[in-house]
């Protein structure tokens, strides 16, 4: 996977083009995501933060992943988008698809992906005023708010999808940027 160019408006933005993915360490590829396609209308450019997260959850996942959802046989494309209050996860097949699609509510993400978007706004303020050590303890948080999404992630997806810590915190990553296009 690799992050596509920047696109002012698109009805979805294609993350990756499932060259390796999930077969790095010993990952199966019937237990891989080949590719994510977050769906939904840009509401805006992205802040040098978050598109630095973006191409950093992309690279990681292009070169590991675990994500199967229960009784499937994948590898996997990915249509994240949120729909009426509620996170979708449109699983398809490598032929783009339909597989089975689940909804969480987005309620419980809420909180974190506002504490996400605070931070993105002081980091922006931060870099602004030249503040280093207010840098690097915003940076520090943000990794510590990623982990708490990742844990919420597993939490919502047990029982129905297998994924791991690592996928989960990407993934979490990706939602942050998808609700922040919508």
Not at 43 to 48: D, M, T, V
Not at 65 to 77: E, H, L, M, S, Y
Not at 124 to 140: F, L, N, P, T, Y
Request: with cysteine.
């Amino acid at each position: 996977m690799h992050p596509t160019a920047p696109v002012p408006d698109p009805a979805s933005r294609e993350i990756g083009d499932g060259a390796g993915a999930g077969q790095s360490m010993g990952e199966s590829p019937d237990r891989s995501l080949l590719r994510v396609v977050l769906d939904g209308e840009a509401r805006g450019q992205l802040s040098a933060l978050q598109a630095a997260d973006l191409a950093q959850a992309v690279r990681d996942l292009s070169v590991a992943n675990r994500f199967a959802p229960k009784d499937r046989i994948g590898p996997f494309i990915l249509h994240l988008s949120i729909i009426e209050g509620r996170l979708v996860f449109d699983v398809r097949d490598p032929q783009d698809a339909a597989l089975t699609a689940l909804g969480l509510a987005l309620g419980p993400f809420r909180r974190l992906i506002k504490d996400y978007q605070l931070l993105v706004d002081s980091y922006a303020h931060a870099v602004q005023e030249g503040r280093e050590a207010s840098i690097q303890a915003i940076d520090m948080g943000r990794r510590g708010l990623h982990n708490e999404g990742a844990a919420l992630m597993l939490q919502r997806l047990a029982g129905k999808v297998e994924i791991d810590f690592e996928t989960a915190r990407r993934l979490f990553t990706l939602v942050c940027v998808l609700h922040q296009r919508i």
